[in-house]
């Protein structure tokens, strides 16, 4: 079993930046892809991005491109999502997502179910 925990979520003003942090428990941190998503009020959960175990390679929704960036520590067991430039269309809760995979691999889920593990989610308030 993998715990996922969150945390950095508030508000901001739109053009600011925020960073989320996320730790995941339970299973050997390099082996677990990691991935963002976000769930705004009557909305679908959708991916921001997600970043793979090994080598940390990359992908981002087209919405945050050249504005979110994801990060990854593994001796810290920590993965972060950096998010600058905010827009009032970013609020959302955030999720952070767990996907446990070969050691070796650089899978790079980005489908809402091809996550396991998921975090209590984290409250984004972007205000005009």
């Known amino acids: 079993q993998v715990q996922v925990v969150e945390s950095g979520g508030g508000l901001m003003q739109a053009g600011g930046s925020l960073r989320l942090s996320c730790t995941a428990s339970?299973?050997?941190?390099?082996?677990?892809?990691m991935g963002w998503f976000r769930q705004a009020p009557g909305k679908e959960r959708d991916l921001v991005g997600s970043?793979?175990?090994?080598?940390?390679?990359?992908t981002y929704a087209d919405s945050v491109k050249g504005r979110f960036t994801i990060s990854r520590d593994n001796a810290e067991k920590m993965v972060y999502l950096q998010m600058n430039s905010l827009r009032p269309e970013d609020t959302a809760v955030y999720y952070c997502?767990?996907?446990?995979?070969?050691?070796?691999?650089?899978?790079?889920?980005?489908?809402?179910?091809?996550?396991?593990?998921w975090g209590q989610g984290t409250q984004v308030t972007v205000s005009s």
């Open positions: 970043i793979s175990g090994r080598r940390g390679a990359t």
């Open positions: 997502a767990a996907r446990p995979t070969n050691p070796y691999s650089d899978y790079l889920p980005t489908g809402l179910r091809e996550y396991d593990y």
């Open positions: 339970g299973r050997a941190f390099s082996s677990l892809a």
